[in-house]
């Protein structure tokens, strides 16, 4: 059985907020057995396996940590909603803070992958993903530990460590972007080969992006007023 398969199994008796002796009671072992096999002691056979995806109503694929998706099913491009698409996960109450601060990260995004795309450079458009994916990654578990309840077996990287394998990894990511942004090729990349298509003046901004350049404009001045004002203090 792989390492994913304890963590996720506790993950699931906690969530529901369910303790050993019931769970093992319902699923037909021992309690004993159970801590073995949540805590990777001891590896449970296939029909233990099916038992559990169908008391916890989830895919084998996901128990094993094969897939995200507690149904089992792999993503593609069509499977991934739009960011503006309608949904109650798309709706956000209360304070307008968050909503302004959203549509400036998500308009200023827009204007990013598309010079992104205009780049046609594979590893500078997989390093600035990895390297926005970790920074959203990182706030995540920033806002995930706010509640002491929540389960770290969420994760597999423990609470302790993650943040700082996180910020390597952003580096590594912005170091390789950076080198392919400035024409230097370093092993396992390619090298931007017409970097007149990621021209960018204000006029053309507004003219290419008119729904989004003054977001855009807007991000800078907050990001820039904040490192300033950090670095003052």
Request: glycine share 4%; hydrophobic share 35%.
């Given at each position: 059985m792989n390492a994913d398969f304890p963590r996720i199994l506790t993950l699931l008796r906690k969530e529901k907020s369910l303790s050993q002796k019931k769970v093992s009671g319902d699923l037909g072992v021992s309690q004993a057995l159970l801590s073995h096999y949540?805590?990777?002691?001891?590896?449970?056979?296939?029909?233990?396996?099916?038992?559990c995806?169908?008391?916890y109503q989830v895919s084998c694929d996901y128990l094993l940590g094969r897939s995200p998706d507690r149904n089992g099913l792999t993503l593609t491009?069509?499977?991934?909603p739009e960011p503006d698409a309608l949904g109650k996960e798309n709706v956000l109450r209360g304070s307008i803070l968050p909503v302004l601060n959203k549509k400036l990260i998500a308009n200023s995004l827009n204007i990013l992958f598309d010079l992104l795309q205009k780049s046609a450079n594979s590893t500078l458009i997989n390093e600035v993903s990895?390297?926005?994916m970790l920074s959203v990654y990182k706030m995540f578990r920033v806002v995930y530990s706010a509640n002491p309840q929540n389960q770290d077996s969420f994760f597999t990287l423990p609470p302790?460590?993650?943040?700082?394998?996180?910020?390597c990894a952003?580096?590594?990511?912005?170091?390789?972007?950076q080198a392919v942004a400035a024409g230097k090729e370093?092993?396992?990349?390619?090298?931007?080969?017409?970097?007149?298509?990621?021209?960018?003046?204000?006029?053309?901004?507004?003219?290419?992006?008119p729904l989004f350049a003054s977001s855009l404009t807007n991000l800078i001045q907050n990001c820039e007023g904040k490192i300033k004002s950090s670095v003052s203090n």
């Open positions: 949540e805590k990777g002691i001891r590896e449970c056979g296939l029909d233990f396996l099916i038992k995806a169908d008391y491009v069509d499977d991934i990895a390297y926005l302790y460590t993650y943040a700082s394998f996180a910020e952003m580096k590594i990511s912005e170091t390789r972007a370093i092993p396992g990349t390619s090298a931007l080969q017409q970097p007149e298509n990621l021209t960018v003046t204000t006029e053309i901004l507004s003219k290419e992006y």
